[in-house]
């Protein structure tokens, strides 16, 4: 499995194409909100020669989908999502007015919601479904165990993890997330988190501050 992230909108969030050598691929939290950034996902898909079967959302923060309705009307593909982040994304037009992103298009509901352990298949690329609130209610992330890579969203960052003041968040819950269900995973796996550098799960058990709380 290949992962391709593109650093977009005013927020400089890691959207990600995510695909094999089959040319399966999955378009996770798209991060394009500019018009040079959206040419800038089409050239790469198109040179690439994907078949995009899906957009996926980690969780449905503002940063984290200022793409979403130019990916899945320019790919006609579905939306998939947690239930719970329906809460989430109600807020996502206020936050687009807070931030001033005044040329966010809405994104869509979601068409497909997802649920914890849940493995996805699109063609020959399969992803699991990990839930982990605490960011946001409905967050999720995405591992594809055979080359133990995460696509974690705002849960973990290198050195840091997810803020846990905006509405619906909580730092014990995502404390439990962390330890429980990301913190198991094998050291070596590689996490692309929704900000920042890429890092390992062993890299954040031994240096990680979230260890002090």
């Not at 593109?6 to 500019?34: K, R």
């Not at 980690?58 to 989908?65: A, K, Q, S, W």
């Not at 699991?128 to 995405?142: D, K, N, R, S």
């Amino acid at each position: 499995m290949k992962v391709q992230v593109f650093t977009g909108n005013p927020i400089q969030q890691n959207g990600s194409v995510v695909y094999n050598d089959q040319g399966d691929a999955v378009i996770i939290d798209p991060s394009c909100y500019e018009r040079f950034e959206q040419q800038e996902w089409v050239d790469f898909i198109a040179e690439n020669q994907l078949k995009v079967h899906a957009v996926l959302n980690t969780h449905c923060h503002i940063d984290h989908v200022t793409g979403n309705a130019f990916c899945v009307n320019t790919f006609d593909v579905p939306l998939m999502a947690h239930k719970e982040e329906l809460f989430t994304l109600s807020f996502a037009e206020r936050s687009a007015q807070m931030y001033g992103l005044v040329a966010y298009v809405p994104s869509p509901e979601p068409t497909v919601f997802i649920e914890d352990k849940q493995v996805l298949r699109f063609g020959d690329l399969e992803l699991e479904v990990i839930f982990g609130p605490g960011h946001a209610v409905g967050h999720v992330a995405f591992y594809h165990a055979a080359s133990k890579t995460l696509i974690g969203g705002d849960i973990l960052f290198k050195g840091s993890f997810g803020r846990v003041d905006l509405p619906g968040g909580s730092m014990d819950v995502l404390k439990k997330t962390i330890h429980e269900r990301i913190f198991t995973l094998p050291d070596d796996t590689v996490v692309y988190p929704g900000h920042g550098p890429t890092t390992t799960i062993g890299e954040e058990k031994r240096t990680n501050y979230i260890l002090q709380f």
